[in-house]
């Protein structure tokens, strides 16, 4: 396992680069959203590098079909948060830790950024060891984890949309997107995303579970629960969002789940 071990040195050298990019046009007032959408390009990129680079011979249909799921969510999240960073300001979680760390902001922003980097190299491992089953192609996991990914990718674009729609009337400028996916759950796109990674343990791990080095790509899903729901995800949406929409965000933290799908409760203000 030597080869592999190279690979992904060379792909977290690469994105530790990417993000130190990313952190000279991020740390700029105004400019933070698009230091995710170079995150997602970067984890396009190596995750493509490791998908196809050849160590035993020239790529199979399992490495070619992991490397292209790996670029169409790339491309598709990277371009929604690049249109998005265009037309708007700073990106609320990175307001939040602007007004947290005050002027250490630009030294802490670029700290931060090469832990994403970190990240994006322990997630760009269950992109390889997903290519790099050894099973024989196509198998069932296949199937469905190729299915999996596809259905995260159109629930992530449709709840985006959603919001995308919601946020362009000007009548709901000081309200809280409850439409569609986002009256089952606060962060609909997030869920999608981590369901997403969960594809590649699917494809990785095999339909018996034989290929051993599988199972190192359950820490792909984990890792992202992790950063969406407890780290740089949820709680500065969340402190934003009560900071800016107040009572109205508590009613709906009452009524809607923050990440898993569920039907929305029914509020205690409407049950009296």
């Not at 199979?60 to 491309?75: C, E, G, I, K």
């Not at 602007?98 to 970190?118: E, S």
């Not at 990240?119 to 198998?139: E, G, H, K, W």
């Not at 107040?246 to 029914?266: C, D, H, L, S, T």
Request: proline share 5%; with cysteine; aromatic share 14%.
């Amino acid at each position: 396992m030597m080869a592999p071990i190279y690979l992904m040195i060379s792909a977290a050298i690469a994105l530790s680069v990417i993000m130190a990019g990313a952190w000279w046009v991020a740390h700029r007032p105004g400019k933070s959203g698009w230091g995710d959408a170079i995150w997602s390009l970067g984890i396009g990129m190596g995750g493509v590098w490791v998908a196809l680079a050849p160590i035993y011979g020239r790529p199979d249909r399992r490495q070619w079909v992991v490397a292209v799921l790996v670029a169409v969510w790339s491309v598709r999240l990277a371009s929604h948060i690049a249109a998005r960073s265009a037309r708007a300001h700073d990106d609320p979680r990175y307001a939040e830790l602007r007004r947290q760390w005050g002027k250490a902001y630009p030294a802490r922003l670029f700290l931060f950024f090469q832990v994403q980097a970190a990240a994006a190299a322990l997630l760009c491992l269950s992109i390889l060891v997903a290519a790099r089953n050894t099973d024989s192609f196509p198998v069932w996991t296949d199937r469905y984890g190729t299915a999996l990914l596809i259905f995260s990718i159109l629930g992530e674009a449709l709840a985006d949309h959603q919001l995308k729609n919601f946020r362009k009337n000007a009548y709901n400028h000081d309200r809280v997107c409850t439409a569609g996916l986002w009256g089952w759950s606060r962060h609909p796109n997030y869920f999608f995303e981590w369901l997403g990674w969960c594809a590649y343990a699917v494809i990785a791990i095999g339909p018996h579970g034989m290929f051993g080095w599988g199972w190192v790509a359950l820490s792909g899903p984990t890792f992202m629960y992790w950063l969406l729901v407890h780290v740089s995800g949820i709680p500065l949406l969340e402190a934003h969002m009560l900071r800016s929409r107040g009572q109205a965000y508590r009613e709906v933290q009452m009524r809607i789940n923050a990440f898993w799908p569920a039907p929305p409760r029914r509020s205690k203000v409407a049950a009296r």
